[in-house]
T-cell receptor, first 116, second 114 residues
Framework: DAGVIQSPRHEVTEMGQEVTLRCKPISGHNSLFWYRQTMMRGLELLIYFNNNVPIDDSGMPEDRFSAKMPNASFSTLKIQPSEPRDSAVYFC??????????????FGEGSRLTVL | AQSVTQLDSQVPVFEEAPVELRCNYSSSVSVYLFWYVQYPNQGLQLLLKYLSGSTLVKGINGFEAEFNKSQTSFHLRKPSVHISDTAEYFCAVRAQGGSEKLVFGKGTKLTVNP
């Protein structure tokens, strides 16, 4: 089976530009997570969805960030306008509820964003 | 809320030596515990997990971890490391029931030298 697919893998943009990161979760998984990884702050949960509905967006830094999940197979994370401090690796992960909800996450390979 | 402290940011060891990566957690409710590994330029992948039952958990690649509730610890161990174990290791915690939010520690960079 294909894993979590993220695009683009690398993005270099200039301050003020709009950035859209994309994620395709594993088929059949009903929870999707967006994490941001930086050297200073480690892995931070930005938002997660369950059955396409945002459940917890308390980690979204500010109004410049928005995330959507229009269907079970696609999610986007948008930054508008982007700033240099948004430079990070953004990970998407998905999980499924099995007989015991173990919380195991399956991660994509990440989107490395550089804002100049 | 839950939190995770990984006491060592970097651990250098020689090949075939044993290693222990330390993890302590804080939570007011019962938790599930996880260790993930991240190889360079890749996403995280699950090494092992503690859900319930035996406090000694075995994972992939010869790693194991022991849950100690009284010390709120979940240390990761391997009796003999290989060069290929060089990676960053993350401890994570999730409250049982309720939110699926997984909280990660800041990671421990394990470097295995020949």
């Amino acid at each position: 089976d294909a894993g979590v697919i993220q695009s683009p893998r690398h993005e270099v943009t200039e301050m003020g530009q709009e950035v859209t990161l994309r994620c395709k979760p594993i088929s059949g998984h009903n929870s999707l997570f967006w994490y941001r990884q930086t050297m200073m702050r480690g892995l931070e949960l930005l938002i997660y969805f369950n059955n396409n509905v945002p459940i917890d967006d308390s980690g979204m830094p500010e109004d410049r960030f928005s995330a959507k999940m229009p269907n079970a197979s696609f999610s986007t994370l948008k930054i508008q306008p982007s700033e240099p401090r948004d430079s990070a690796v953004y990970f998407c992960a998905s999980s499924s509820r099995t007989g015991v909800n173990t919380g195991e996450l399956f991660f994509g390979e990440g989107s490395r964003l550089t804002v100049l | 809320a839950q939190s995770v402290t990984q006491l060592d940011s970097q651990v250098p060891v020689f090949e075939e030596a044993p290693v222990e990566l330390r993890c302590n957690y804080s939570s007011s409710v019962s938790v599930y515990l996880f260790w993930y590994v991240q190889y360079p330029n890749q996403g995280l992948q699950l090494l092992l997990k503690y859900l319930s039952g035996s406090t000694l958990v075995k994972g992939i690649n010869g790693f194991e971890a022991e849950f100690n509730k009284s010390q709120t610890s979940f240390h990761l161990r391997k009796p003999s490391v290989h060069i290929s174990d060089t990676a960053e290791y993350f401890c994570a915690v999730r409250a049982q029931g309720g939110s699926e939010k997984l909280v990660f520690g800041k990671g421990t960079k394990l470097t295995v030298n020949p």
